[in-house]
């Protein structure tokens, strides 16, 4: 199963496509804008319940349609997510190979260097608000954790947490 997902990463990745231009058009929904490298609209009182799991806060987060659950982390420059659900948002039809940027360094929490795949996630909605284009890096990992990075994070002006009420809110 490892081999099968690598298989597909590598030729998604791999490819070549001409005419591609830096910010793919948004392809599904009349209410998305885009937004790609521009702060998130204001969204005054919108605040979200955070989920506390095995030592970590969670906030729902819709990508391209599919609910998921993803670690607040200010310390990751990207949205990162594993070859698990990369594979499954494929499986969905919710990301394809035209969502397929090419290979991307990373380095992780320990310092170490690895690569991975950078894809273009058309939308993530949180609370009442969707993004367009956020750009994502798969970690060649079947188990690395879906973290919240900072091209999301970076959309919003202010973002505030209340632990005691476990609730994230965007100003």
Request: with cysteine; aromatic share 8%.
């Amino acid at each position: 199963m490892r081999l099968f997902i690598l298989i597909i990463l590598i030729v998604f990745s791999s490819c070549k496509r001409p005419n591609r231009g830096n910010s793919p058009k948004p392809s599904y929904s009349t209410q998305q804008e885009n937004v790609s490298n521009t702060r998130a609209r204001k969204i005054t009182g919108s605040e979200i319940k955070m989920i506390y799991e095995n030592g970590v806060y969670k906030i729902p987060t819709e990508v391209n349609g599919i609910s998921m659950k993803f670690i607040f982390d200010t310390g990751a420059s990207t949205i990162s997510i594993s070859e698990t659900e990369a594979l499954y948002l494929y499986k969905q039809g919710a990301i394809n190979e035209e969502d397929i940027l090419g290979s991307v360094y990373f380095q992780d929490a320990t310092g170490n260097i690895s690569e991975g795949t950078e894809i273009n996630l058309k939308s993530v909605k949180i609370g009442s608000y969707t993004m367009t284009n956020v750009k994502a890096s798969v970690v060649h990992n079947l188990q690395a954790p879906l973290l919240l990075g900072q091209s999301a994070l970076s959309r919003f002006g202010k973002v505030t947490i209340d632990y005691d009420k476990s609730i994230i809110r965007f100003e």
